[in-house]
């Protein structure tokens, strides 16, 4: 069974863009989770999409948002870049979220400028 | 506020020795507490987990010792070897509602295994 799959692994972008990320869930997982890795903050739940709905949500600001579509794949956009939000961004899958097994992505690293 | 604090940062030990790495978390509603394993490039990868419902749960060299009372739980690698040097990192969360909320991560340890 094919994993999780992140587009694009790397990324680069000035302030003030805007980047959408992707994340191919493992076939039959329902639930898709967004995490942001960082060396200061280590890693952050920013939300989770479940059945096309957004079910939970960290405590990041509305420039974070995200989306699923009907076949579990899921995209996170971050509006307004800033300095600050280069990272690793994470996608986990599940079949039911948080309370089983998370599976991993690779990651989408991105480098703000 | 961090919600779930991990000790120590780094750790060396020598191969065959035992690996310690400790969590002590501060919502008495966490009720499901994994530990993560990520080598650099890669995401985390769950190596095992547990419930609050008991006090220990063991899967091959890999043991979690969980103490409610004092909201702290802690994972023992047992004759550490060279290819467990990697990133661990504990996490907890909570059902609510639908669903669970998201993982909560500690900032992580940095496991080096010396041959």
């Known amino acids: 069974k094919a994993g999780v799959t992140q587009t694009p692994r790397y990324l680069i972008k000035t302030r003030g863009q805007q980047v959408t990320l992707s994340c191919s869930p493992i076939?039959?997982?329902?639930?898709v989770s967004w995490y942001q890795q960082t060396p200061g903050q280590g890693l952050q739940f920013l939300f989770e999409y479940f059945s096309e709905t957004q079910r939970n949500k960290g405590n990041f600001p509305g420039r974070f948002s995200g989306r699923q579509f009907s076949n579990s794949r899921s995209e996170m956009n971050v509006s307004t870049l800033e300095l600050g939000d280069s990272a690793l961004y994470l996608c986990?899958?599940?079949?039911?979220?948080?309370?089983?097994?998370?599976?991993f992505g690779p990651g989408t690293r991105l480098l703000v400028l | 506020q961090q919600q779930v604090k991990q000790s120590p940062q780094s750790l060396i030990v020598q191969k065959g020795g035992i690996s310690i790495i400790n969590c002590a978390y501060e919502n008495t509603a966490f009720d499901y507490f994994p530990w993560y394993q990520q080598f650099p490039g890669k995401g985390p990868a769950l190596l095992i987990a547990i419930r609050p419902d008991v006090s220990e749960k063991k899967e091959g060299r890999f043991t979690i010792s969980f103490n409610k009372s004092a909201k702290q739980f802690s994972l023992h690698i047992m004759d550490s070897q060279p290819g467990d040097s990697a990133t661990y990192f504990c996490a907890a969360s909570r059902y609510s509602g639908g669903g669970a909320d998201g993982l909560t991560f500690g900032k992580g340890t940095h496991l080096i295994i010396q041959p």
């Open positions: 076939s039959g997982h329902r639930s």
């Open positions: 986990a899958s599940s079949f039911a979220g948080a309370k089983e097994t998370q599976y």
